[in-house]
T-cell receptor
Framework: NAGVMQNPRHLVRRRGQEARLRCSPMKGHSHVYWYRQLPEEGLKFMVYLQKENIIDESGMPKERFSAEFPKEGPSILRIQQVVRGDSAAYFC?????????????FGPGTRLTVL | TQLLEQSPQFLSIQEGENLTVYCNSSSVFSSLQWYRQEPGEGPVLLVTVVTGGEVKKLKRLTFQFGDARKDSSLHITAAQPGDTGLYLCAGREGSGNTGKLIFGQGTTLQVKP
């Protein structure tokens, strides 16, 4: 059973470009979460999605950031007009329904570098 | 906003020693999880504790959830070099639909052979 998949693992963008980060949850998981880990800081929650719905986006910056989890295909975290401060590791996690919904399983992350 | 404070932030010990990592908050969490993260990788779930006072063991690792569900500890017996890594505690807010985890800042453990 494959774990959470994220791609690309590394992404380099110049200031002003767009970054698209993809996340495929574990098989059978319908809850997806995105977190950001800045250098020397802990993981910070960004957004929580279920299929086609955003449940909680309280951690998302108000501008330039958006997320989706379509009916078919992976979840996408999109950052428009990237700035140097967006450089970080972005992690996706997924969880199943039911009693184990508390447990979030993380992907390997996408390391974004903005030049 | 709920916060989790981990201590110590850094720990360097010799192989065979015991250690305890603490995770404290002034807020109540519905559940708490411990993760281990290695450089360049994502956090790997070690354990989830849900009930106040709960104790779980995973080989040489013992996890405890405080009676009031505000704090937790991770105790490692006879540490091995393979235990080296970043240990993170994470609490789940409330019992509503939001599934977000609040993470501590982590404890970096180095076990020297």
């Amino acid at each position: 059973n494959a774990g959470v998949m994220q791609n690309p693992r590394h992404l380099v963008r110049r200031r002003g470009q767009e970054a698209r980060l993809r996340c495929s949850p574990m098989k059978g998981h319908s809850h997806v979460y995105w977190y950001r880990q800045l250098p020397e800081e802990g993981l910070k929650f960004m957004v929580y999605l279920q299929k086609e719905n955003i449940i909680d986006e309280s951690g998302m910056p108000k501008e330039r950031f958006s997320a989706e989890f379509p009916k078919e295909g992976p979840s996408i975290l999109r950052i428009q007009q990237v700035v140097r401060g967006d450089s970080a590791a972005y992690f996706c996690a997924s969880s199943p329904e039911g009693l184990r919904r508390n447990e979030q399983f993380f992907g390997p992350g996408t390391r974004l570098t903005v030049l | 906003t709920q916060l989790l404070e981990q201590s110590p932030q850094f720990l360097s010990i010799q192989e065979g020693e015991n250690l305890t990592v603490y995770c404290n908050s002034s807020s109540v969490f519905s559940s708490l999880q411990w993760y281990r993260q290695e450089p360049g990788e994502g956090p790997v779930l070690l354990v989830t504790v849900v009930t106040g006072g709960e104790v779980k063991k995973l080989k040489r690792l013992t996890f405890q959830f405080g009676d009031a569900r505000k704090d937790s500890s991770l105790h490692i017996t006879a540490a091995q070099p393979g235990d080296t890594g970043l240990y993170l505690c994470a609490g789940r807010e409330g019992s509503g639909n939001t599934g977000k985890l609040i993470f501590g800042q982590g404890t970096t453990l180095q076990v020297k052979p």
